[in-house]
């Protein structure tokens, strides 16, 4: 049958509510619904896999599923959404095959090797923040399916904590990642909910609540920085200040991570950030001395480890006030805890910066395979926005004395 014919079959659809209508329009190649329950987020994967009942032209799919119970709700309901356009299916082994050569290969993810060497034009994840371990299962079995099309991914479902799905979330947040997108989408924004539902289920504990009904990512309790939210000032943007003591903070990098520069003025106040990567170093010192006299008033603090030690000399040739900070486990431990009391405390006001928050509120403690206790971002994060953010901070620690320009820090001590 040709794409033709297939589109006359007629696959009746509910109507896409406004919700669900907003994502659909603005998808990207990797996208990530977090949804309240009752949302609607497999009558939505069924119509982004179909075009809406357009047809699936021929493409192949996986959808996967943490259990098997929760793959077989999805299994009865894509048969039924997509029964007229069916050519024949199995109920052993869960493949649904299309009179127009398409078909879709739910796999549950009790198998370690669910979907592995096969290829797909997209996938599904279904209730992905209950999938354990997902991290590994994105970059070791179900990301390479995706490859021989360049394929799609939908990672769906309800909140469960700071996991790989609230990762794979922020990665939709930033800018820079234009292959990704990301919703939140809380149950209210299904009209077909009666709102009154809603308001009765807040009588249950309001972390759950959240997480159900407002499709919120709750803080773990591994989280290094407590009170992130609450510091963001949503109403304030970048500004310049002009005779104020004001403290800049500089993470270097070249290629996979990201130079950041950070602002702060001595109320405790963010008034700047700029994040970029893959420039040369030349470059970057010309973006540093842009912020240097955007803000005459300056410090510059600027981590002077290892490749940061040249940029250090080469900015001080230039007669700016910087100050090196000297990055060793004990000087790096003080910096975050310092960083981490001024949040607690609220002595610092944020600026509504998505990839700045994503980092602050993933950023947690963790056990090495020698039972130490070491700080950090967790694999395939960034934590760039972090310490420029405390290195701009750290003058603001109450006990720290500073001299007059042009010296390098470690932890607490100079070193001459």
């Known amino acids: 049958m040709s794409q033709d014919e297939f589109r006359k079959v007629n696959v009746q659809f509910p109507e896409l509510h406004a919700g669900q209508r907003l994502v659909y329009e603005n998808q990207s190649r990797f996208n990530v619904l977090a949804c309240g329950r009752r949302w609607g987020k497999t009558l939505y994967a069924c119509s982004a896999i179909a075009g809406e009942g357009a047809g699936i ?11 098997y119970k929760i793959l077989a709700d999805a299994w009865h309901q894509t048969k039924y959404l997509l029964r007229p356009c069916i050519e024949r299916l199995s109920e052993s082994e869960r493949i649904i095959r299309f009179i127009d050569g398409g078909s879709i290969e739910f ?5 370690d090797d669910a979907g592995r060497s096969r290829k797909y034009h997209g996938v599904v994840i279904d209730e992905a923040g209950l999938v354990a371990d997902l991290e590994s299962r994105w970059h070791e079995s179900i990301r390479p399916t995706l490859v021989d099309y360049r394929g799609k991914a939908w990672l769906c479902g309800t909140p469960k904590g700071r996991n790989f799905f609230w990762q794979a979330y922020t990665y939709g ?3 820079l990642k234009p292959d990704w997108a990301s919703w939140q989408m809380p149950t209210s924004s299904n009209p077909f909910i009666d709102p009154e539902e809603i308001e009765a289920a807040r009588q249950m504990p309001d972390r759950s609540f959240r997480q159900e009904f407002l499709a919120e990512f709750i803080d773990e309790a591994g989280g290094v920085f407590r009170g992130v939210l609450e510091v963001i000032d949503r109403d304030v943007v970048a500004r310049s200040v002009i005779g104020q003591a004001v403290y800049i903070g500089v993470d ?12 702060v003025d001595a109320t405790g106040r963010q008034i700047y950030h700029e994040r970029f990567n893959q420039i040369s170093w030349e470059r970057q010192i010309e973006r540093i001395k842009a912020a240097a006299n955007r803000f005459p008033t300056a410090q510059i603090w600027l981590d002077s480890t290892g490749v940061g030690d040249p940029i250090f000399e080469a900015l001080r040739s230039q007669n700016l006030n910087v100050f090196g900070y000297h990055f060793t486990h004990p000087a790096k431990t003080a910096l975050i805890d310092s960083l981490a009391m001024l949040i607690e405390q609220g002595r610092i006001r944020l600026l509504d910066i998505a990839e700045q928050t994503s980092e602050l509120l993933a950023y947690q403690y963790m056990t090495t395979r020698y039972m130490n206790v070491r700080m950090g971002a967790p694999l395939g994060m960034h934590d760039d926005c972090v310490i420029a953010l405390a290195l701009a901070c750290w003058p603001l620690k109450a006990g720290v004395q500073f001299g007059a320009s042009s010296e390098i820090y470690e932890g607490f001590w100079r070193r001459d």
Do not use: E, K, Y
């Open 252 to 263: 270097l990098a070249r290629v996979n991570d990201f130079t950041v520069i950070c602002v």
């Open 173 to 175: 947040q930033d800018p």
């Open 57 to 67: 032209d021929g493409q192949r799919w996986g959808w996967f599923a943490p259990t």
């Open 107 to 111: 796999w549950s993810m009790v198998d």
